[in-house]
């Protein structure tokens, strides 16, 4: 086929090296792409509703593709809603734009100053679509809540849980071996070299409801199996359920487990995370208190087990000075949290500094908001957030940026000196 | 063809890429500052002690001597929040053993101090005064430290309990032992005090039931004689909470009988159903070759009782009628 005449040399030349890419840059599949985008939007704004933001996002817009259903309430729903409606997922259509567009810079865009700006625009909305697939695979959301006059060294992962065995025999420090939720989540035999025991998942479930059944009624379920720890003395059903992924979704992840000392069973235990913190058990019912520490003892030392937020340890510690919280006059609605901690590294350097609402901390690559504040049980919670790949959508817009500014001058000088010359020969 | 060839190449090594991009999942392990706070106790079993896991109950922890013939004996661990008196937790066992209440100033004489690993230990040996053939001892052995009590009891044949006072000794010296700001497991052995309760418990027990001063422990307490110097002890006791369950509670008495412990699945063959103060209650009838045990297990907004009759089996048989007698007319007062 004949390339259009208005085409340079170069640009030819490089459809001809790469021609198996002409396809996959046709403008018609940028609108596509972008069409259904919208259509995504709408869709995951409709779902949003029924599964919360967290489920929405998890199953849209995280996914290659999600499933959806017709609401029932909307015209002919009672006959279009059990149809399953296949939905582009984020990373389906984020990736393909991404695809579509680097093939339309090197088989359609011209290489030349008087089209730079095109190219820096396009180029920064490239990034901006990797910036964000790149925010969601390397990003990672906790939360530090600490205590008035308290010091922590950890954060809590705010979604998966990590099955955790906790030598505390020696009174300074403690051996923890965690398994976290993926590895829970696939069933089977796990050895650790600095645990004395095999553990074999069971069961995981990311929630359940439970109840302490009298003694003399024997509880099914998952914890049929089970003959050992709080579960067996207390006689604990648990029922699994869905995960709950709305916003005030409380769940109760649970697993069983089986211990092997070689290939003797120790017994079957299980254990439950309470979602506000395995501190919560003793509150509930003083019989599943040693849920937040189910004992274990082997070779002359004490293990506890829990199951509990995936915790991530940090080489520094925050202790928390003091809070305040103030309100619009007259009102309960808040204008105002503020945080003064005192942050310890290793080394035995320190820094005190204020953390309030658009004031974050930031402290080796992690960046620490005012979350959540309890001024009446004095204590405060950050949102703390990693994000290797914060920059990129700051260099994103700052190259279309410079796109346009290139693009709108580019233009104005030439109609300027077009302007200029007609002038001139006018006179 | 060509386009969706193009686009499938491309899209899976997208797919690999954001695949790749996730962490490799599996288990860590760190050492971090000890952030306990509950009470640490942890041992070495001797090679010959084996554990009972379904016998726990208030205890931190519970093990049988393995032999030919089974499990036999029963050794615990069983720690105290504070520094109880140590007649109050002889008298757990004095009465099952025949022995007379003691008090402060007679258990004196019963005290032997050892010292294991720089640790004093405070044992008494307490002989069977009831039983005529195979007659049974109970070893006590105390430790306290840091405003803490830990209780070991060894109950077992004599001649058990002498075979294994090495393997004893050698298991106290491998405990180790701190009391931690919260309990670890048990309870202190008393009641909740009347006020708590709100209300007393009433019974009417036969007249030639021997009435005996009641204990922090007991709040019903009698003696039934026979004519021919057998006996039975008969106690009311209460706790809150489960204390550990019926199956734990159950393979406890049936120790103290001289019987081996049991399962889920054996517990119908000792309990049956039965209503006390017209609510669902349990019957435990357990008898050995001369020694007997009749309870009852009443579970009661949050509270568990005990009412158990236990010793010479004949004499049991003969107060059976009257023990049942005695569950009739329980009353919690709480009507």
């Known amino acids: ?15 001809k090296n790469f021609a198996w890419l002409i396809p996959l840059a046709d403008l018609r599949l940028t609108l596509t792409l972008l069409s259904l985008s919208m259509v995504l939007i709408f869709v995951a704004t409709l779902e949003q509703v029924r599964v919360g933001i967290r489920g929405a996002q998890s199953e849209f817009f995280e996914s290659f593709y999600g499933i959806w259903h017709y609401p029932e ?5 009672e006959f279009l809603h059990p149809l399953p409606i296949p939905i582009p997922g984020g990373y389906l259509l984020g990736g393909s734009l991404i695809i579509n567009l680097l093939a339309a810079f090197l088989t359609r865009f011209q290489w030349t100053g008087k089209k730079m700006g095109i190219q820096l625009i396009h180029f920064g909305i490239i990034l901006l679509l990797v910036g964000q697939l790149a925010t969601q695979a390397l990003q990672e959301e906790s939360r530090m809540l600490i205590n008035k006059g308290g010091t922590v060294n950890y954060l809590e992962r705010f979604h998966g849980v990590e099955l955790a065995f906790i030598e505390v025999t020696n009174p300074n420090s403690s051996r923890v071996v965690a398994f976290p939720q993926k590895l829970l989540q696939q069933d089977g035999l796990h050895y650790f070299p600095d645990l004395p025991f095999k553990v074999r998942v069971l069961q995981f479930g990311p929630n359940c409801d439970f109840k302490a059944l009298p003694p003399a009624i024997r509880a099914t379920g998952p914890s049929e199996s089970v003959n050992r720890g709080v579960a067996q003395s207390a006689n604990l059903q648990i029922i699994p359920k869905p995960e709950d992924f709305s916003s005030e979704g409380m769940n109760f992840a649970y697993v069983v487990f089986e211990l092997l000392d070689g290939a003797h069973s120790m017994g079957v235990w299980a254990a439950i995370s309470h979602p506000a913190g395995n501190h919560f058990w003793a509150q509930i019912d003083p ?29 520094y510690s925050i202790e928390l000075l003091g809070i305040s919280n103030e309100f619009y006059q007259g009102t309960d609605i808040p204008y ?92 | 063809m060509k386009f969706f060839s193009s686009f499938l190449i491309l899209f899976a090594a997208m797919a690999l890429f954001i695949g790749s991009c996730g962490e490799n999942e599996k288990a860590r392990s760190y050492l971090t500052k000890n952030e306990y706070e509950g009470a640490v106790a942890a041992w070495k079993l001797p090679e010959d002690w084996g554990e009972n896991p379904s016998a726990l109950g208030i205890m931190a922890g519970s093990f049988h001597v393995k032999t030919a013939e089974g499990p036999m004996g029963r050794i615990g661990v069983m720690p105290f929040r504070e520094s109880v008196d140590i007649s109050t937790i002889i008298n757990m066992f004095a009465a099952e053993l025949g022995h007379p209440d003691y008090n402060q100033t007679s258990i004196l004489s019963l005290i032997q101090e050892i010292r294991l690993e720089n640790r004093s230990f405070e044992l008494v040996r307490l002989e069977d005064k009831k039983a005529n053939t195979e007659p049974r001892s109970a070893l ?64 009417e027990a036969p007249d030639h039931w021997q009435r005996k001063p009641t204990t922090s422990i007991r709040m019903g307490n009698y003696v039934v004689s026979g004519e021919s110097g057998e006996s ?104």
Request: with cysteine; aromatic share 12%.
């Open chain 1, 336 to 427: 105002n949290f503020e945080s003064e901690v005192l942050l310890r590294t290793d080394d035995n350097q320190s820094r005190r500094a204020l953390v309030y609402m658009n004031t974050p901390l930031r402290h080796e690559g992690k960046t620490f908001y005012q979350y959540q504040m309890n001024k009446a049980a004095d204590y405060t919670v950050f949102q703390v957030v990693r994000n290797p790949s914060w920059l990129i959508p700051y260099l994103a817009c700052i190259l279309v940026s410079i796109g346009l500014l290139w693009q709108f001058s580019f233009h104005l000088a030439r109609f300027l000196s077009r302007n200029a010359s007609s002038n001139h020969r006018t006179a």
């Open chain 2, 140 to 203: 006590l052995a105390l430790y306290r430290a840091e405003g803490q009590t830990w209780l070991f009891p060894f109950v077992a044949s004599r001649k058990l309990i002498d075979e294994q006072l090495e393997n004893f000794h050698a298991f106290l010296s491998s405990t180790i032992l701190r009391s931690g700001s919260t309990p670890l497991r048990a309870i202190n052995p008393s009641p909740v005090p009347p006020s708590t309760l709100g209300h007393q418990p009433t019974w």
């Open chain 1, 1 to 15: 086929m004949a390339e259009p005449k208005y085409f340079s040399s170069s640009l030819i030349q490089r459809r």
């Open chain 2, 232 to 335: 039975l002890d008969f106690s009311i006791t209460s706790f809150p909470g489960d204390v550990g369950g019926i199956l734990a509670n159950v393979n406890r008495w049936l120790g103290q009988v001289g019987m081996d412990a049991t399962d889920e699945s054996g517990l119908s063959r000792y309990m049956s159903d039965r209503m006390i103060d017209e609510k669902p209650a349990k019957l435990v009838i357990a008898e050995s070759n001369d020694q007997a045990l009749y309870a009852a297990i009443l579970f009661h907004e949050g509270r568990s009782w005990f009412l158990k009759l236990m010793g010479d089996r004949n004499l049991a048989r003969s107060e059976k009628k009257n023990f049942i007698g005695l569950l009739d007319s329980f009353c919690l007062g709480d009507h």
């Open chain 1, 287 to 315: 019989s599943i208190a040693d849920l937040a520490f189910q004992p274990i003892r082997k070779n002359g030392e004490l293990w506890g087990v829990s199951l509990r937020a995936e915790r991530e340890y940090l080489p």
């Open chain 1, 73 to 77: 309430q909307f015209w002919w729903g």
